[in-house]
């Protein structure tokens, strides 16, 4: 594996373009900037083409003969059946209005990572191959040859985008660059050219319903040893139903918040929350995963991780579904849902059974974030809260890539910090909300092995949350995202030492005055309120 540089080394960043021109500049795969290739296993289990053993390192990548052949087709079938592909192939001017949005341009500096050149690459192959002028005039109409360099290229790129769509709200034309990504990542499947960071989540997912792969009764058993460490806190024995038929509401969060910090305190929110309202919902362990990593292989596997919630909820007869704290969950539910698997008809349009309202945006969908669920309850007055009780943070928001500029959530999170927390402050204004910087390592990119494009493409954001750091002594970064929780932990580490993670409903579970708790003297990390620091 890879050494990361150390962080004076990576932010010594060279702007100045190549020598030679784009197509004439061959890319150098550098180790600490892939993640490894895909285990046949996984492609076996997902039914993706070209299983076997590969390594990105090898000048050979075992693919078929006819590999050229391959791509050309699928990339007509693709154009043949989304016209928006087609659209953004044909009407991009290359005017570089999002060639500075990028955060791994910001963070690297080379130009095949700017939005629009990153493009080039796919389209420069569709001009040679299906249009007359490219077909005519070559090089001159910005065309290529898919050659077998053309297609490494695609590779190292299309995964060093982690679509997170920040180009597509500068762009004029309202191209959307994750599309072509997508579209990039879905002829790479073709040829089983994926990662294993991908594909092992995605294979999970589709075996046993969630990306870690987690059994029944380890999704269960480690709720309860969070149960237990609630019990410590507030003195509250709380007893959660699992796969329990007739409930009214179904509850699914992504599965890095079953498993691992700082996931497991908002999961450790979801169950004080949904306790103390004493709401009528249950568990899958079987639909035990909102996250959708099949989003980031092709439209047909995120189609088929997407639709286990659904056939869950319908098994289990609940009447809507509750959502967690997840990105692309939310991105494929908001975007993609009504295509792909819905409307979903057999469920009822979702109302609070605390406060009466109506969520009227999820009547198609009939799912519900959680923070929308929660605004909707401190607005209505449901819930006792003492705000002191997070005075040792003073925290800033994260807006996640999929849940801002995908969903439109903006402003239910900023409600509930501001009813949780005294000290709250805003990062810059060009990189919050539908400007938000990406974690840096979203759409499956969340590696060990390509540490050093994941601090790279971190750069921008936590330079942001260095600002309000250095401004306001910002100690705690606030989500809504489980990929941010485990991205941001890392990257901030590296960037800004010392600056935290948290869920939003971690944030709400200290804040939430519970009936018949016990006198608390610690958050749910065991840390010492505020005002009792020595009491035992």
Known sequence: MAKTPKPDELSKIDYAPPQSAWMDTPAELKEGNWCYGAKPKNLETLHFPNPREWRVQDEDWKLPENWQEIILKGMKDLLDKYRSFRVFMDICVRCGACADKCHFFIGSGDPKNMPVLRAELLRSVYRGNFTKAGKILGKLAGARELTYSVLKEWWYYFFQCTECRRCSVFCPYGIDTAEITMMGRELLNLLGLNTDWISGPAANCYMKGNHLGLEPHTIVGNLEYMLDDIETVTGIKITPTFNRKGAEILFVTPSGDLFADPGT????????????????????????????????????????????????????????????????????LNQYMDTWNGPADFLQVPKSPITGTVFENAKSTKMVHIAEFTADLIKNGKLKLDKSRNDNLKVTFHDSCNTSRGMGIFEEPRYII??????????????????????GSGSGLNAGENMEIRMRGGLPRANAVKDVVDKYGVNMVANICAIDRAVLTASLDYWVPGTGVTGVHELVANALIMKGEQPRTTNLRGMPLPGTEGQE
Not at 420 to 437: A, I, P, V
């Open 265 to 332: 305190y908002t999961c450790m929110g979801y169950l004080m929350l949904f306790h103390e309202l004493g709401l009528d919902y249950t568990w899958s362990t079987y639909a035990s995963e909102g996250g959708n990593f099949g989003f980031f292989t092709s439209n047909e596997l995120a189609k088929r991780l997407n639709s286990k919630i659904y056939a869950e909820a319908k098994r289990l007869g609940v009447k809507w579904i509750l959502g967690g704290e997840c990105g692309h969950m939310w991105r494929v």
């Open 418 to 439: 501001n009813n949780t927390c005294n000290h709250f402050y805003e990062m810059d204004e060009l990189t919050t909300r539908e400007k938000t910087f990406c974690c």
